[in-house]
T-cell receptor, first 114, second 113 residues
Framework: NAGVTQTPKFQVLKTGQSMTLQCAQDMNHNSMYWYRQDPGMGLRLIYYSASEGTTDKGEVPNGYNVSRLNKREFSLRLESAAPSQTSVYFC?????????????FGDGTRLSIL | DQQVKQNSPSLSVQEGRISILNCDYTNSMFDYFLWYKKYPAEGPTFLISISSIKDKNEDGRFTVFLNKSAKHLSLHIVPSQPGDSAVYFCAALGPGGSYIPTFGRGTSLIVHP
């Protein structure tokens, strides 16, 4: 059982390049999330999708777009990468956004922007 | 303004002793709390949770205590083991902040053999 799978695991970009981070879950969860983790900053929510067909902004959405492709997949796109977007990105899923069920996380994408 | 605070960035403990990780919150609407554990190069994994209607929840070596009046919770690990060395995140849920968790900044626990 893979859980939440993120690709790629590592990526180096140049400023201004675009990139899409992929995330897929196999737990039949309805809700999916994108976080970024920076040193000393904990996990900050970028966007989330409460259910297939819906997306909403989180705490730090600027510079990002998302697509909930289907129930399994939720992608994060950087249209014009900036050095401030250098971070570790985590995708997570949970059964429903309005529940106490814990989130399940992928192992992250480490993104460096030069 | 941080609604969930983990004021100790790091904690060092000897194997076999108790580890106590602390978390404070400011939003009185939070009604459910979770702890996650994160190893390097891996995603966070759920460890233990507690509802605001309880003041204690225990799972093996891990116990979480909640003091609602103080808006404080703590995670106790007894006895601590070297494999417990990780970053621990506190997270809070509740209708006031929706059921999307608000995370603290984490505490890095090092357990020395």
């Amino acid at each position: 059982n893979a859980g939440v799978t993120q690709t790629p695991k590592f990526q180096v970009l140049k400023t201004g390049q675009s990139m899409t981070l992929q995330c897929a879950q196999d737990m039949n969860h309805n809700s999916m999330y994108w976080y970024r983790q920076d040193p000393g900053m904990g996990l900050r929510l970028i966007y989330y999708s409460a259910s297939e067909g819906t997306t909403d902004k989180g705490e730090v959405p600027n510079g990002y777009n998302v697509s909930r492709l289907n129930k399994r997949e939720f992608s994060l796109r950087l249209e014009s990468a900036a050095p401030s977007q250098t971070s570790v990105y985590f995708c997570a899923s949970s059964s429903w956004v309005n529940s106490n069920q814990p989130q399940h996380f992928g192992d992250g994408t480490r993104l460096s922007i030069l | 303004d941080q609604q969930v605070k983990q004021n100790s960035p790091s904690l060092s403990v000897q194997e076999g002793r108790i580890s106590i990780l602390n978390c404070d919150y400011t939003n009185s609407m939070f009604d459910y709390f979770l702890w996650y554990k994160k190893y390097p190069a891996e995603g966070p994994t759920f460890l233990i949770s507690i509802s605001s209607i309880k003041d204690k929840n225990e799972d093996g070596r891990f116990t979480v205590f909640l003091n609602k009046s103080a808006k404080h919770l703590s995670l106790h690990i007894v006895p601590s083991q070297p494999g417990d060395s990780a970053v621990y995140f506190c997270a809070a849920l509740g209708p006031g902040g929706s059921y999307i968790p608000t995370f603290g900044r984490g505490t890095s626990l090092i357990v020395h053999p």
